[in-house]
């Protein structure tokens, strides 16, 4: 199945779709924020004219290749054959540090940097710019920073997963209530990831309940003994698919459909508010190729790059471009959904975190 393929082989690998440079010192800060911020008449042209001068795009990605970026960057390469793709993949953490060091080296490699913290991190070092694409006008404002230095492009939904031979349809828990039954005690896992595990499931509860009740709920819910699983949340879904656990918590409802179209016996339900994360991508600072990243920015808010996302079963964020199932978004799956900012997120991780730890992890 696609899930097990997939899963863990990919963090942190490159893949090169086409040879490319790196580049130290080379096109300067303001040269780029002339190309990103240019919004004649002729600023399409202006792109394509310079992007053939540069003849390649580098873009760090948290993606996994072989679902959205490899055929993202295939479909580009097809539409602009004078550009040449290259990707690196890591998770979030991975590439921000990746560029973060190289920045500090002098080493400027990056065009275009995505993933759910990424862009936070990268815009407090000042590695990232400003831009403007047309295409993001149609976005609703939570999908787009206001100063233009990020825009999103996919989103990501956490939601209860279970194993349908070991939970049968119609008797999951169906709300954060539910978790505390009895019943579920042991039989639940997380990933310990703070990015998208159990730290943004207790920011969830936090932000969703106010401090006070969401603290006695997590207190609640430490009593039910949840397994701490020391990888991504793709790996717990594979887990419950295993059937080493019955129920995953937090985990991305798009990936848990891959999985069921694959023929793995495996379900989904929303604890509302469900938990939500912006895939956000934006512009380096001293991006070797200004032209040809803003045409690929471009490419990418666009419905045909959107579509892209959709037809490999990730969840645009255009609101013209529909999930491949209606039911991964709020209105199609009728839930709803805690979109907590992500410079608040950045800001309350740690602290996240922490009580995480305290109350899942050491009093264990």
Request: net charge positive; proline share 6%.
């Amino acid at each position: 199945m696609r899930g097990h393929r997939v899963a863990g082989a990919l963090c942190a690998a490159v893949v090169t779709l086409a040879v490319a440079g790196c580049a130290s010192g080379g096109v300067s800060a303001q040269q780029v924020a002339q190309v990103a911020q240019y919004t004649k008449a002729d600023r399409t042209n202006m792109l394509v004219e310079g992007a053939k001068k540069e003849k390649r795009l580098v873009w760090y990605t948290t993606l996994i290749p072989t679902e959205v970026s490899k055929p993202m960057a295939d479909a580009f390469h097809k539409k602009y054959p004078f550009i040449t793709v290259q990707l690196y993949r890591g998770d979030s953490n991975q590439v921000a540090q990746k560029m973060i060091q190289e920045y500090r080296a002098r080493s400027y490699r990056a065009d275009v940097v995505d993933g759910s913290g990424t862009s936070t991190l990268l815009r407090k070092a000042g590695f990232v710019q400003k831009f403007d694409s047309p295409e993001l006008k149609s976005f609703p404002s939570r999908f787009k920073d206001p100063e233009g230095y990020w825009g999103t492009e996919l989103l990501y939904y956490m939601v209860l997963a279970y194993n349908t031979k070991l939970v049968p349809r119609g008797q999951p828990p169906k709300t954060y209530q539910d978790l505390l039954d009895p019943k579920w005690k042991g039989k639940m896992a997380w990933s310990t990831s703070a990015g998208s595990g159990a730290p943004t499931f207790v920011g969830n509860i936090l932000t969703s309940m106010g401090q006070s009740k969401g603290m006695a709920y997590l207190r609640q819910l430490a009593k039910q003994d949840i397994h701490n699983v020391n990888s991504s949340g793709r790996t717990v879904l594979d887990q419950v698919v295993a059937g080493q656990f019955p129920i995953a918590l937090q985990v991305f409802n798009h990936q848990v459909t891959g999985s069921r179209a694959d023929g793995a016996p495996v379900d989904w339900v929303p604890l509302q508010p469900v938990t939500s994360q912006l895939g956000r991508i934006s512009l380096a600072a001293k991006a070797p190729h200004p032209h040809a990243a803003m045409l690929f920015l471009d490419f990418m808010f666009s419905k045909e790059g959107q579509q892209i996302i959709a037809d490999h079963g990730d969840i645009p964020a255009s609101p013209a471009v529909p999930a491949k199932l209606a039911a991964l978004k709020p209105d199609g799956g009728r839930f709803t959904a805690n979109y907590v900012p992500a410079d608040q997120a950045s800001a309350q991780m740690s602290q996240w975190n922490s009580l995480y730890q305290r109350l899942f992890v050491e009093a264990g």
